[in-house]
């Protein structure tokens, strides 16, 4: 791909692409407001336990395939059934239960419910029963209920409500943590270029990118399974991304400036060097999100495909819209006293002098005691990842004022805290035999170490059921041990000698299969992204080691911050410091998310460092020299992009949402460590080390690989001057000086 003649292109009709890029985003909104979004949560697991249970509670229990969620009140002082506090209530829940999407209410004021009130009489729940699952229902009917149940509240009487879809409609939106993000990145950019239209560049770029993007994964929800969760990492993933890459660009337009190249010869060379490295990075990144579709589970697959949309409207933006923006910039993407510089003592090359200089030459001197250090620290911070338990979090993990965190613990004081996450147990009843069996299960539960409570016997169509209260909370370990016994122990006994299935449901029991299916396929997901990452690397540098590092410092990263993670929210430390509920399990999903996105980060910092150290190495043939001066010449920029993202990330972590919170922590972590350890320290130093095997590639496989550079294939010399610039003379590719001398005075005046 020509990207200079591309980028000289949209610079000249920078006008026309502007106007392009708008008429887009009116088409994409128009479309996105007349179709419509059609996200879903539903957890398909075909084969597993609760899937089957499900299945045959919507088949034979319709009224229990739907979402069951609870509205808890305590009576301050006396009883929940004195005649005030009842009258209320009972009022209350007849208006819930005339709701739109109520398929029924249970009533601890009816004979049926006369067990839905604590032994000590002060606190009560009524189930509500909604006519479809979670991921079905509309969000503006189960906040109507939300409502209605809060209206209810007096002084005494406490009434809160819970349950996953009240979790799913009242949760908070991500919106003021991007704003924070964005704002944290505008201070980094400004302090990096010194320049306020500079530092808007990568802003419009990456806001440009990522609304195009999230509008486009919307009318995609409509043609695949995207989670309602997949614009949240959209923005997570395409505003860090879009600011690093746009910032890449910037930095390397910029220095051609410097260096006494015109604006446009400038935006070319660097869509030339840093735009290809730019655009393979990007592509690394999709093929990590992507990788999750090798899974084949569609929650999954939805979240990858979404973020994947962004980052390739992110890269769309970085080749065509910013260099248009570039061009309407001119010599003013250069601050003031950089133009006057540039004008009084004319072009300087692209140093590489200073602290970055400084550290380059020190790793030179001591890279095998740097390198062993840094890996060091990367297993140290690992260690807690030996302990990794996968789970679900739950409503106890909300911010401690939300009414579901309020309404779980009231359930949790007044019933136990196993009541949060009872199991569904459905047998396939079909025969006398059948039916006796499931009978006698239902005895012996209650006999059973861990359960706290199983109601009576239901039967359906085909089917019975059992629900069954264990003692401990949803996410605590002994909940999904119980889970186990019953499905390899007792359950079989009970089934034994009779044609009776019995399953395992409900929202605790699918929440374990999810964490079970995504363990055993874990391996094999981070095998299908390892080779992928090494062959492209292979290719495009045309090296065996390259790539070898690399997938080794990827996994460095992904333990080092899965361990950071571990620590916080597994360990509990600093957890309260962050306002994420109480520790418990890493959420089971998490991994795969973590995982796909950090192989891809990890490669950009990759592809950034070695494509520069390959272009010195390629013209030099010194390979210490080219790590030095690859170091020194983008090791600012690599740290400033770095600390953009870590910020970005870092904000959705006071998104007040668990989920979230861990995503955020996880990717700020596992950036900091690898532009600050592992990019800074680890990667040059291990290529000191290795010399020129750095760059072996045996002849025969070299001629059956295709041809895959980062670098372009013809790129002008361009000699930096040191004299005035009344004394230049055009350099290759450059304007002549005094050209740009006569540009950058205009330009100081107009900006």
């Known amino acids: 791909m020509d990207m200079a003649a591309m980028a000289r292109w949209c610079f000249q009709r920078r006008a026309w692409v502007l106007i392009g890029w708008l008429a887009f985003l009116v088409v994409l909104g128009a479309g996105g407001r007349a179709a419509g979004s059609a996200y879903s949560d539903t957890l398909a697991l075909p084969g597993t336990g609760s899937a089957t249970a499900l299945n045959l509670l919507e088949h034979s229990f319709p009224g229990h395939a739907g979402d069951q969620d609870t509205i808890v009140w305590r009576a301050s002082a006396g009883s929940v059934r004195a005649p005030a506090v009842r009258a209320r209530i009972t009022a209350m829940l007849g208006k819930v239960a005339a709701a739109p999407a109520v398929a029924s209410v249970i009533s601890p004021y009816s004979a049926r419910g006369a067990a839905q009130v604590s032994r000590n009489g002060q606190i009560a729940y009524a189930t509500v029963v909604f006519d479809a699952p979670q991921a079905s229902l509309p969000v503006p009917d189960v906040t109507r209920v939300v409502h209605l149940a809060e209206a209810a509240r007096a002084p005494g009487v406490q009434v809160d409500i819970g349950g996953p879809a009240v979790e799913n409609a009242l949760r908070p939106s991500v919106g003021i943590s991007a704003a924070i993000g964005v704002v944290a990145a505008a201070i980094v950019l400004f302090i990096a270029f010194g320049s306020l239209l500079a530092m808007l560049v990568p802003l419009a770029v990456a806001i440009a990118a990522?609304?195009?993007?999230?509008?486009?994964?919307?009318?995609?929800?409509?043609?695949?399974?995207?989670?309602?969760?997949g614009p949240t990492l959209g923005i997570l993933i395409g505003l860090g991304v879009g600011i690093d890459y746009a910032?890449?660009?910037?930095?390397?337009?910029?220095?051609?400036?410097?260096a006494g190249m015109s604006p446009q010869d400038a935006a070319a060379r660097a869509l030339n060097t840093s735009g290809r490295a730019v655009l393979f990075a990007g592509t690394t990144v999709c093929i990590a999100l992507l990788g999750m579709l090798v899974l084949r589970i569609s929650y999954i697959s939805g979240l990858g495909i979404a973020a994947a949309t962004t980052v390739l409207f992110t890269l769309a933006a970085a080749a065509t819209l910013l260099p248009a923006l570039l061009g309407f910039l001119g010599m003013r993407v250069l601050s003031r006293r950089e133009r006057r510089r540039l004008a009084a003592n004319g072009p300087a090359p692209d140093g590489t002098s200073g602290w970055w200089t400084r550290l380059a030459a020190f790793v030179q001197r001591h890279p095998a005691p740097l390198a062993a250090a840094a890996a060091a620290v990367m297993l140290i911070l690992a260690i807690p990842v030996l302990s990794l338990r996968l789970g679900s979090s739950d409503a106890a993990n909300d911010p401690e004022a939300s009414a579901t965190h309020q309404a779980y613990e009231l359930l949790a004081t007044g019933f136990g805290p196993g009541f949060n996450g009872p199991l569904q147990l459905v047998g396939t009843t079909t025969s006398a035999a059948d039916t006796a069996a499931f009978t006698r299960l239902a005895g012996t539960l209650k006999t059973e170490p861990g359960i706290a409570a199983v109601s009576p016997v239901v039967a359906g169509h085909g089917a019975s059921l059992i629900s069954v209260?264990?003692?401990?909370?949803?996410?605590?370990?002994?909940?999904?041990?119980?889970?186990?016994?019953?499905?390899?122990?007792?359950?079989?006994?009970?089934?034994?000698?009779t044609t009776l299935r019995v399953y395992v449901g409900g929202v605790t029991a699918t929440n374990g299969d999810f964490a079970t299916v995504i363990g055993h396929k874990l391996l094999i997901f981070i095998g299908v992204i390892l080779i992928l990452g090494f062959l492209l690397l292979m290719l495009a540098f045309r090296s065996l080691l390259i790539p070898a590092v690399a997938a080794v410092m990827n996994l460095l990263a992904a333990a080092a911050s899965f361990g950071v993670l571990v620590a916080v929210f597994q360990y509990g430390w600093g957890l309260r410091l962050l306002n994420l509920g109480q520790a418990g399990p890493v959420e089971s999903f998490l991994p795969v998310i973590m995982l796909a996105v950090l192989f891809g980060l990890s490669m950009d910092y990759e592809v950034f460092l070695v494509s520069r150290i390959r272009e010195e190495w390629t013209s030099t043939g010194d390979n210490h020299q080219a790590v030095r001066t690859g170091q020194a010449t983008t090791g600012r920029v690599i740290i400033a992009a770095a600390t953009i993202m870590i910020l970005v990330f870092s904000a959705f972590i006071l998104s007040g949402q668990q989920i979230i919170g861990e995503i955020g922590l996880g990717l700020a972590a596992a950036v900091l460590l690898d532009a600050f350890i592992l990019r800074t320290l680890l990667v040059p130093a291990v290529t000191h080390l290795s010399g020129r095997a750095s760059w072996?590639?045996?002849?025969?496989?070299?001629?059956?690989?295709?041809?895959?550079?980062?670098?372009?294939?013809?790129?002008?010399?361009?000699?930096?001057?040191?004299?005035?610039?009344?004394?230049?003379g055009p350099a290759p590719g450059c304007a002549p000086a005094h050209d740009v001398a006569r540009e950058v005075t205009r330009s100081s005046t107009a900006g």
């Open 210 to 229: 990522l609304v195009s993007g999230l509008m486009t994964v919307e009318l995609l929800s409509r043609a695949t399974t995207i989670p309602s969760a």
């Open 247 to 258: 910032l890449f660009i910037v930095t390397r337009h910029r220095n051609n400036i410097k």
């Open 469 to 497: 209260v264990p003692t401990t909370s949803p996410e605590a370990a002994a909940t999904g041990h119980l889970i186990s016994s019953l499905r390899d122990s007792v359950i079989p006994a009970a089934e034994h000698g």
């Open 696 to 728: 072996w590639l045996p002849g025969w496989l070299d001629r059956i690989l295709p041809r895959l550079s980062i670098e372009p294939a013809v790129e002008p010399a361009v000699e930096p001057a040191v004299e005035p610039a009344a004394q230049l």
